[in-house]
């Protein structure tokens, strides 16, 4: 090989190389969106001043964080009974919320059930929320239906109580319509 051809060979190289570059070196996540799970907060924030009044809309999750590719899901056990996890997130701010059914068979109606949420704002300051159901909590899951065809979660739900992160009364009501999917084993 001549000079002129190893030139030449190291230009092609150069020009693969640098056409194959993109703007973004790292890969975006996909996040997914199967329906939401909405509500509102009401309280007073732990400073016992500032008044909590936030809407929240999280639809979506990533397939590789927290919970990993199973964040939405559900499972038909021997008995019939019947686990759904619903997970949704704000990817910016940090928000959560999770909800953990448990029903004794697909007609269920008033299924066993967690949930938990995390509300973060940032403004001048920065507005944390938590609450979930259980302790002193006083909380109601109505509305509910489960379709296991087409794998719909819908329902309302309702918190209420000092046992947040505020440690103030607190009230967190909302609905979900979500779809889960099925885990086969």
């Given at each position: 090989?001549?000079?002129?051809?190893?030139?030449?060979?190291?230009?092609?190289?150069a020009?693969?190389?640098?056409?194959?570059?993109?703007?973004?070196?790292?890969?975006?996540?996909?996040?997914?969106q199967?329906?939401?799970?909405?509500?509102?907060?009401?309280?007073?924030?732990?400073?016992?001043?500032?008044a909590?009044?936030?809407?929240?809309t999280?639809?979506?999750?990533?397939?590789?964080?927290?919970?990993?590719?199973?964040?939405?899901?559900?499972?038909?056990?021997?008995?019939?009974?019947?686990?759904?996890?619903?997970?949704?997130?704000?990817?910016?701010?940090g928000?959560l919320?999770?909800?953990q059914?448990?029903?004794?068979?697909?007609?269920?109606?008033?299924?066993?059930?967690?949930?938990?949420i995390t509300?973060?704002?940032?403004t001048?300051?920065?507005?944390?929320f938590?609450?979930?159901?259980?302790s002193?909590?006083?909380?109601?899951?109505?509305?509910?239906t489960?379709?296991?065809?087409?794998?719909?979660?819908?329902?309302?739900?309702?918190?209420?109580?000092?046992?947040?992160?505020?440690?103030?009364?607190?009230?967190?009501?909302?609905?979900f319509?979500?779809?889960?999917?099925k885990?086969?084993?």
């Amino acid at each position: 090989m001549n000079k002129t051809q190893s030139v030449l060979a190291m230009a092609l190289c150069a020009l693969v190389f640098f056409t194959g570059c993109s703007d973004d070196d790292i890969p975006a996540i996909e996040y997914i969106q199967q329906g939401s799970v909405q509500g509102s907060i009401t309280g007073t924030a732990s400073d016992d001043k500032t008044a909590i009044d936030e809407q929240f809309t999280y639809n979506r999750y990533a397939p590789s964080a927290y919970y990993g590719p199973y964040s939405s899901l559900y499972s038909v056990h021997d008995d019939e009974s019947i686990d759904i996890q619903i997970v949704r997130q704000d990817m910016q701010t940090g928000g959560l919320v999770t909800l953990q059914l448990s029903l004794d068979n697909e007609q269920d109606t008033s299924p066993d059930y967690n949930i938990s949420i995390t509300y973060i704002k940032e403004t001048d300051k920065i507005l944390y929320f938590s609450m979930s159901t259980g302790s002193s909590n006083v909380s109601q899951l109505t509305n509910f239906t489960f379709n296991t065809t087409t794998g719909q979660v819908k329902g309302d739900y309702s918190i209420s109580g000092i046992s947040n992160s505020t440690n103030n009364t607190a009230t967190v009501t909302g609905s979900f319509d979500v779809v889960v999917k099925k885990i086969i084993q």
